[in-house]
């Protein structure tokens, strides 16, 4: 754990930025992770206890969202050479996959067999959304086609995250559902919140990229936290 934590600040610190934030950063990291395995640890649980092919889809679909793009952060920073554009759209990939598991798990499988035939559309839509979720990369391009590429992996995965999320929403307006409400909020916090994030402050604002980490690491977390408070106490 101390050589990760060092290898991160080394990564980190030639993003520019004061000690403090790059240490807050590297904490926020760590905690994101940290209850982002407890997300995947709850969702499972839940799955082995109903044996739902539902709920396994939308566990699939969380630990994709939440877990795995943290981790392959982590991975890809400090044990391999992968590219900041790489890092980027590996783990919006990710989060792109486990949207789409999760429209799986409301078109693809609950819906009744007899109804397939009005569910055709919808099930295609699911797909393109696998087809083609945040994070940005813990060191920032200065290739500007680079940026832009990351721009657009993250622009994307906001978008998709906008659509689940608004379907949870309604399932909350339907039936007042708070965890419902919860998981939208979460989907919100962990795919277009950061895209506008990143997008505002390195376009708009002066922000150093160790900042900006730090603003997108912090809506992160609110999304990870949104998700647990969801499966727990909503």
């Known amino acids: 754990m101390i050589a990760t934590l060092q290898m ?9 930025g004061s000690t403090l934030v790059i240490v807050l950063a590297l904490v926020g990291l760590l905690v994101t992770a940290g209850l982002s395995l407890a997300v995947a640890y709850l969702v499972i649980r839940g799955y082995r206890r109903n044996r739902d092919r539902a709920r396994l889809w939308l566990a699939i679909g969380l630990i994709l969202l939440t877990t ?14 992968v590219s900041a554009v790489g890092r980027s759209a590996a783990a919006n990939a990710s989060k792109l996959l486990g949207l789409g598991a999760m429209l799986y798990a409301i078109y ?17 839509s699911s797909g ?23 721009f657009v992996f993250a622009g994307i995965t906001g978008v998709a995250g906008l659509f689940v999320a608004s379907l949870a929403y309604r399932g909350y307006r339907r039936n007042g559902s708070r965890p419902m409400l919860y998981l939208a909020l ?25 900042e900006i980490l730090l603003s997108i690491i912090v809506a992160n977390l ?13």
């Open 8 to 16: 991160l600040a080394e990564t980190t610190t030639t993003t520019g």
């Open 68 to 81: 795995a793009p943290i981790m392959l952060q982590l991975v890809l920073t400090n044990l391999t050479e």
């Open 108 to 124: 693809g499988v609950t819906r009744p067999r007899k109804t397939s035939e009005t569910n055709g559309p919808r099930n295609e």
């Open 128 to 150: 393109a959304e696998k087809a083609v979720l945040p994070f940005v990369p813990l060191a920032a391009t200065t290739n500007t086609d680079a940026g832009n590429l990351t």
């Open 186 to 210: 979460g989907i919100v916090l962990l795919t277009a919140v950061p895209a506008v994030v990143n997008f505002l402050l390195t376009v708009v604002t002066g922000a150093t990229d160790a």
């Open 222 to 234: 609110g999304g990870v936290v949104s998700i647990l408070y969801a499966l727990t106490r909503a």
